[in-house]
C-alpha cells in the first residue's frame, strides 16, 4: 500500500514536500517513481529513484524538484521548489519490485495528492 501526503495550495515560487509511505512491502527492493496528472491531460512521470539511489527527473522540473528515498522509513519523497502555475495537478507515487534502472511504471499507485499552484 502506497499512502501519500503533503498536497496543498501553494504560491507561484513557493515550495512543498511530498511524501509516500509504503506497507506491506519489502521496500528497499522497489523502484519508485512520482508520476502527475493535469485534468484532461495524460500521466506522466516526474521523477524516478532506483534502489540504489540514482534519480532521473522530467526536463520540466530538472533543477526544481527533488525526489529521494529514506528506507528506514519506507518513504520516497519529492522535494519541490519554484512552483509553477503549470506544475498544478494530482500527484501520485508508484512502486515497481525491480532491481533495474528503467524508468517505467510498476502495478502499485497511492491514492494522488493535489498539488495547486496559484496566487
Known amino acids: 500500500q502506497l499512502v501519500e501526503s503533503g498536497g496543498g495550495v501553494v504560491q507561484p515560487g513557493g515550495s512543498l514536500r511530498l511524501s509516500c509511505a509504503a506497507s506491506g512491502m519489502l521496500f528497499r527492493v522497489y523502484a519508485l517513481g512520482w508520476y502527475r496528472q493535469a485534468p484532461g491531460q495524460q500521466r506522466e512521470l516526474v521523477a524516478h529513484i532506483t534502489t540504489d539511489g540514482t534519480t532521473a527527473h522530467a526536463d520540466s522540473v530538472k533543477g526544481r524538484f527533488t525526489i529521494f528515498r529514506d528506507n528506514a522509513k519506507n518513504t520516497v519523497y519529492l522535494e519541490m521548489n519554484m512552483l509553477k502555475s503549470e506544475d498544478t495537478a494530482v500527484y501520485y507515487c508508484?512502486?515497481?519490485?525491480?532491481?533495474?534502472?528503467?524508468?517505467?511504471?510498476?502495478?502499485?499507485w497511492g491514492q494522488g495528492t493535489q498539488v495547486t499552484v496559484s496566487s
Open positions: 508508484n512502486a515497481r519490485r525491480t532491481l533495474d534502472s528503467a524508468p517505467i511504471p510498476g502495478p502499485y
